[in-house]
């Protein structure tokens, strides 16, 4: 079985994807995610390295974080993947489905460090997606919002059957928040081995986006 890790956000996508890739026969060893070098912030969902080692534990998922500033990031993702494919890991599992430049990233990144990109919901409809995401049992709830687009009343929304009728009449926005409209934190799925459940929060308005913070949070029995 291949050893792949996955591009690890701590959201809806990246999640399903592993999931997708579990399906296809694909063993996934690591997550991996980057973090801000000034303050273990992640890049992509503005999450800490606390709460994302919460979700490693109850995913059952070993987390490799990266500590990097932007300049340094591509540098620091291939250093990672050539320590991984040290460990056996031969590819990697990536949650994009339409952003081309990203894809091409990726395949760039993996192709230096002779890994394999899989793209499991790459150009698939958004709408089904998320049904399917639903249906699959993932429980994800949202943490960042593009201020001009969503208020922080959206903060802490499940994705559920309500959220995909409300996003729909949403105007300019993708449902699956593709292009950076919202992103989310996943607290239970169909490979976690525990969920993830969230005791303390606050929300901040930051560079034109809000987030909800998690303060606290711990993995408990399903």
């Not at 607290?187 to 525990?194: E, K, L, R, V």
Request: hydrophobic share 40%; proline share 2%; glycine share 8%.
């Amino acid at each position: 079985m291949e050893q792949v890790f996955v591009s690890w956000s701590g959201g809806k996508d990246c999640s399903f994807a592993a999931y997708k890739a579990m399906q296809s026969g694909l063993e996934v060893s690591y997550v991996l995610n980057m973090a801000r070098e000034d303050s273990k912030i992640s890049w992509s969902h503005g999450l800490s390295s606390d709460v994302l080692k919460v979700q490693s534990k109850a995913m059952g998922i070993p987390l490799v974080q990266g500590i990097t500033t932007s300049e340094a990031y591509r540098a620091a993702f291939i250093k990672i993947l050539l320590q991984l494919k040290k460990k056996g890991v031969t590819g990697g599992v990536f949650g994009d489905i339409d952003f081309n430049a990203h894809r091409e990233w990726v395949e760039a990144v993996c192709r230096e460090a002779d890994m394999t990109a899989y793209l499991p919901l790459w150009l698939q409809d958004q709408n089904e997606l998320l049904k399917d995401y639903i249906a699959a049992g993932f429980e994800s709830v949202i943490v960042d919002t593009r201020a001009d687009l969503l208020g922080e009343e959206w903060l802490g929304r499940r994705i559920d059957e309500q959220f995909v009728r409300d996003i729909n009449q949403m105007k300019g926005i993708t449902p699956c928040g593709e292009a950076g409209e919202y992103h989310t934190f996943v607290i239970n799925g169909p490979f976690f081995q525990q969920k993830v459940a969230i005791m303390e929060t606050s929300k901040a308005l930051r560079d034109g986006h809000w987030f909800l913070e998690i303060r606290k949070c711990e993995s408990q029995p399903k």
